[in-house]
C-alpha cells in the first residue's frame, strides 16, 4: 500500500500480505552462535522439568558439547539452585555474560539478575515473553552447540512466545506417572505440531522407586504408559526416572552435577 509506515502494531488493514510475512522471530546477536536448541515443557509445574533440562544439560557437558541453559521459567526459576550458581550477571561488549557451572554450562536465569532471589516476579506475559527474546538476543552465547530451554509450564502466553520466536530443534515433554493417562501429552504434542515443532522426546519423572536394601522396583502408580503413548503420538525418545532421594539432595545443594549414574544419560545422547 502507498501510505504503508510498515509499523503494523498500530495497522488494522486486513488482508494486508506484509502483516502476514510479519517475521516474529528473535536473532541471535552477531557474536553468538547457537546450534541446536531444545524446549523442555511440562503440562504443570512440579513434575521435575527443571531437574530433566539439568541433568539433561550436565550428560550433554559430559558427552564434551559445548552446552547452554536458557532458564526461561521466569516466575520459577531453579536452575541456578540446583547449579549453586549464585554470582549476578555482568554484560561485557558482546552482550549479557552467562554464569558457568563447573563442568562448563553456561546459564541464564532471571534469578542471576535481581537483587533478592526470594523477590516475587509480578509481570503480565508479554512482559516475560519480551525477557525470553532477550535471553536470546542480547546474551552473548559463545559457540554453544546445544541449548536447553527450561520452558514455563502449560500452553499460555510465554511457551507460545518461545516457540514462536526461537528456532526450536524439538521438545521434550516431562510428565508424571498420573498425567500420562490424561491429556496432557496430547495437548502438548498438539501445540506442538501446529507451531511445526517435533516433539522428540517424552520423560515420565517419578515412575519408580528403588529399594535401596535389595534393589527390587516398586511402581506406586501402576505399569507406565510411557512406551504406548510414545508409539501413539511417534514420540522417537522415551526415558523414565525414579524417585530418587539422593538426586532430590543433590539438586537442593546445588550439586546436580555431581550426579554419578545420570538417569538421562542415554536418552540425551540419542536426542544430540
Ligand atoms: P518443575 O521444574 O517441573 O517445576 P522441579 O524440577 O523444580 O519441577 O522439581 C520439583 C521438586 O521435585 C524439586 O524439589 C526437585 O528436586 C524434586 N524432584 C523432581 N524430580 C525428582 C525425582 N525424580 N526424585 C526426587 N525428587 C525429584
Redesign the pocket.
Known amino acids: 500500500m502507498a501510505d504503508c509506515d510498515h509499523d503494523c502494531s498500530s495497522c488494522g488493514v486486513e488482508g494486508c500480505g506484509e502483516r502476514e510475512e510479519m517475521d516474529l522471530r528473535a536473532y541471535l546477536n552477531q557474536a553468538s552462535s547457537v546450534k541446536k536448541v531444545f524446549g523442555v515443557v511440562?503440562g504443570?509445574?512440579?513434575?521435575?522439568?527443571?531437574?530433566?533440562?539439568?541433568l539433561m544439560a550436565c550428560a550433554a557437558a559430559k558427552a564434551g558439547q559445548k552446552t547452554a541453559i536458557m532458564d526461561a521459567?521466569i516466575t520459577?526459576p531453579?536452575i541456578p539452585t540446583?547449579f549453586g550458581l549464585k554470582e549476578q550477571l555482568v554484560a561485557c561488549e558482546y552482550g549479557l555474560v552467562p554464569a558457568v557451572t563447573r563442568l562448563g554450562i553456561d546459564v541464564v536465569s532471571l534469578n542471576l539478575l535481581i537483587e533478592n532471589e526470594t523477590d516475587p516476579v509480578v509481570w503480565r506475559g508479554p512482559v516475560i515473553a519480551g525477557v525470553i527474546k532477550q535471553f536470546w538476543t542480547e546474551v552473548w552465547w559463545n559457540e554453544e552447540d546445544v541449548m536447553f530451554i527450561?520452558m514455563p509450564?502449560g500452553t499460555g502466553d510465554v511457551p507460545l512466545t518461545i516457540f514462536q520466536s526461537l528456532p526450536l530443534e524439538g521438545i521434550v515433554v516431562?510428565t508424571s506417572p498420573q498425567e500420562l493417562v490424561g491429556k496432557i501429552v496430547e495437548k502438548a504434542v498438539k501445540m506442538a505440531n501446529l507451531m511445526n515443532i517435533p516433539v522428540i522426546g517424552l520423560v515420565e519423572?517419578?515412575s519408580y522407586i528403588k529399594c535401596p536394601d535389595c534393589g527390587q522396583i516398586i511402581r506406586p502408580f501402576g505399569e507406565s504408559h510411557i512406551k504406548k503413548l510414545a508409539v501413539q503420538y511417534g514420540i522417537p525418545h522415551t526415558a523414565e526416572?525414579?524417585?530418587?532421594?539422593q538426586?532430590?539432595h543433590l539438586?537442593?545443594a546445588g550439586r546436580i552435577e555431581e550426579i554419578q549414574d545420570n538417569?538421562l544419560e542415554k536418552f540425551t545422547k540419542e536426542i544430540l
Open positions: 511440562s504443570k509445574g512440579g513434575v521435575g522439568k527443571s531437574m530433566v533440562t539439568g521459567d520459577g531453579s540446583a527450561d509450564p516431562v519423572n517419578m526416572m525414579p524417585i530418587d532421594p538426586l532430590a539438586v537442593d538417569p
